[in-house]
Every structure is written in structure tokens, then in C-alpha cells.
């Protein structure tokens, strides 16, 4: 039962457009979202987050939007460059759940120049 | 240094072989953890521990055991390894109450 879901495994746009992560998730009680980045050979890194209590998160050419009522979240990157491509993995975590991180898929976006 | 190191880097072992995957951090953090990342499947929880006396299984726990000899160090065996548990294997470190965590740069597994 996959409570965090990214249905698309790949994305590919050009330099300077938007990208437009997308991440689905059906367990209600997930009160923190978070955005994580993986380059090849390395462990995912923290890009943004975003609390329940908002819906939306700036910083910088990222940006996070939460719709609770739809569970879904996106992530904004703009405009795109060469070294935003990598895995982006969105995680959710509730105060239920101890705050153990549940993860997606992952999303591999290559950005082309 | 790293926060989070994990050692080896890659490793290939026989099924049926006994591996040891460790991990340690300099982060000062109570919270310690395990996934896997396999392709279409992201990263799973196998094990996880909130302090040196705290072990918990994960979704994935089946066999794999840990061992948390102390609060910088987490280790992940496994006991009799099978090609299915091929795959990148992730420590992570958070604060209790912390939203994120830490992770190491991963130790890839080749059980042939």
C-alpha cells in the first residue's frame, strides 16, 4: 500500500522552463511534506518542506504547493537549470507516526539544455 | 568529514553470505534509520531506532536485523543474503522533533 505515490517515473524539460513535480498521497494524517533530491552515487539531500498549515513554500526557484483537500502536492523548480537534474523523492511524515518519513517514488528529471 | 557515513561504499556477497552494512554520525542525534531504494519502489523503511535501547521494524524488516551499539553507530545485517535483497541501501539520522533527516551516501549490494 503505497501511501506516498509519484506516477510519473520520468520528466524531461528544457533550460530556463518550468518544471512541475507532482506527488499524491492517501494517508490524512500526514502533517509534514517534504522534498528530497538525490544525485547518482549519493544520498538524497533536504530541498524544501512545507507544514500542513500552509500551502505554499517559496525559497528561491523551488517552490511547494499543498492542496490537503485533492492530497496532492507539487513541486515548482523555475527557472530550470542543467544541475536540477537528479531524483526527486517527496516524503510525508505524521506527529502519529512518530515523524518517520514515508516516501515516494522518486521522479528522475533531466533538464535539457 | 561527513555527518553520515556509511561503509562499504559497494559491496558484492553470495547468497547465503553474512553481510554487515554500517553506519555512523557525527551529528549528535538520537534518531537513526535504514531504507532500501529500489527503482519503481523508492525508499522503504527497514529498521529504525530512537535511542541506544530503541529498535523498531520497519515495512521491510524481514530478513535483516540491526544492532545500535551506541548513539553514533547502526548497523544493518544481513543474516543469510538472497539476490532480492540486491540493492541501495541508506542510513539516515534526525533529531526528535525534527522534521527532516540526514542521509549517508548509500552502500550498494550485489548478492549474486
Known amino acids: 500500500d503505497q501511501q506516498v505515490k509519484q506516477n510519473s517515473p520520468s520528466l524531461s524539460v528544457q533550460e530556463g522552463r518550468i518544471s512541475i513535480l507532482n506527488c499524491d498521497y492517501t494517508n490524512s494524517m500526514f502533517d509534514y511534506f517534504l522534498w528530497y533530491k538525490k544525485y547518482p552515487a549519493e544520498g538524497p539531500t533536504f530541498l524544501i518542506s512545507i507544514s500542513s498549515i500552509k500551502d505554499k513554500n517559496e525559497d528561491g526557484r523551488f517552490t511547494v504547493f499543498l492542496n490537503k483537500s485533492a492530497k496532492h502536492l507539487s513541486l515548482h523548480i523555475v527557472p530550470s537549470q542543467p544541475g536540477d537534474s537528479a531524483v526527486y523523492f517527496c516524503?510525508?511524515?505524521?506527529?502519529?507516526?512518530?515523524?518517520?518519513?514515508?516516501f515516494g517514488q522518486g521522479t528522475r528529471l533531466t533538464i535539457n539544455p | 568529514d561527513a555527518d553520515v557515513t556509511q561503509t562499504p561504499r559497494n559491496r558484492i556477497t553470495k547468497t547465503g553470505k553474512r553481510i554487515m552494512l554500517e553506519c555512523s554520525q557525527t551529528k549528535g542525534h538520537d534518531r537513526m534509520y535504514w531504507y532500501r531504494q529500489d527503482p519503481g519502489l523508492g525508499l522503504r523503511l527497514i529498521y529504525y531506532s530512537f535511542d541506544v535501547k530503541d529498535i523498531n521494524k520497519g515495512e521491510i524488516s524481514d530478513g535483516y536485523s540491526v544492532s545500535r551499539q551506541a548513539q553514533a553507530k547502526f548497523s544493518l545485517s544481513l543474516e543469510s543474503a538472497i539476490p532480492n535483497q540486491t540493492a541501495l541501501y541508506f542510513c539516515?539520522?534526525?533529531?526528535?522533533?525534527?522534521?527532516?533527516?540526514?542521509f549517508g551516501s548509500g552502500t550498494r549490494l550485489t548478492v549474486v
Open positions: 516524503a510525508a511524515s505524521s506527529i502519529q507516526g512518530a515523524q518517520k518519513l514515508v
Open positions: 539516515a539520522t534526525s533529531a526528535e522533533g525534527a522534521q527532516g533527516y540526514t
